[in-house]
């Protein structure tokens, strides 16, 4: 049974940048492909970004396009997700998710992951 863990979370200004990272243990998720996803108070879990096992395509939300970057070392067994040029709007609950094993499939549904981390709160203030 694996386990996902996540961290880099905090608080920071508009503007500001922040570095999540994702630890996978207990298994390899490396034939896994691998989520970001967020909750902020009162709405929905969404989709954030997503990477294929093979580190090669990518898919994010509109809403983070041009500021975010997943990236993944499946050697070390994590993903990141570098988060630039932050927006209050941004302020959340950050999942880290596994699931899917098809490379050229990216899953933005949270029901198409398995595999969830319990969260690192980010807080963006204006």
């Known amino acids: 049974q694996g386990q996902l863990v996540e961290s880099g979370g905090g608080l920071v200004q508009t503007g500001g940048s922040l570095k999540l990272s994702c630890a996978a243990s207990?298994?390899?998720?490396?034939?896994?492909?691998m989520g970001w996803f967020r909750q902020a108070p009162g709405k929905e879990r969404e989709f954030v970004a997503a990477i294929s096992w093979t580190a090669g395509p990518t898919d994010y939300a509109d809403s983070v396009r041009g500021r975010f970057t997943i990236t993944r070392d499946n050697v070390e067994n994590t993903v990141l997700l570098q988060m630039n040029s932050l927006k209050p709007e941004d302020t959340a609950v950050y999942y880290c998710a596994a699931g899917g094993r098809d490379p050229r499939t990216l899953l933005r549904g949270a029901a198409g992951y398995g595999y969830w981390g319990q969260g690192t709160q980010v807080t963006v203030s204006s």
């Open positions: 207990g298994r390899s998720f490396t034939y896994y492909n």
